[in-house]
């Protein structure tokens, strides 16, 4: 029943900025925290960024500075504003909700960073 729903990757050059959101449909009850994930040709899926229920945020040290995680006031839509975005950051970008009994992942969005 509960489905997330990327959107906001493409193509962008070295420098410039995304904005990847990601919508919950259907009903989840409690959402112990949301994240983005990403996964490179040929690499294990990393984690990116994560935002608790208490609207705590982690970033790893390769985004930090650059990435901001947000959610919206509901709570059904977690976002990713990346900026300064480099070659090295060219992913499919997944996002993902975790309730403690159950965790939901979106189907993915290209984010290419080339000139």
């Known amino acids: 029943q509960v489905q997330l729903v990327e959107s906001g990757g493409g193509l962008v050059q070295p420098g410039g900025s995304l904005r990847l959101s990601c919508a919950v449909s259907?009903?989840?009850?409690?959402?112990?925290?949301m994240n983005w994930y990403r996964q490179a040709p040929g690499k294990q899926r990393e984690l990116v960024a994560g935002i608790s229920s208490g609207g705590i945020a982690n970033y790893a040290d390769s985004v930090k500075g650059r990435f901001t995680i947000s959610r919206d006031n509901a709570k059904t839509t977690v976002y990713l504003q990346m900026n300064s975005l480099k070659p090295e950051d060219t992913a499919v970008y997944y996002c993902?909700?975790?309730?403690?009994?159950?965790?939901?992942w979106g189907q993915g969005t290209q984010v290419t960073v080339s000139s």
């Open positions: 259907g009903t989840i009850f409690s959402i112990y925290a």
């Open positions: 993902n909700f975790y309730t403690g009994r159950n965790e939901y």
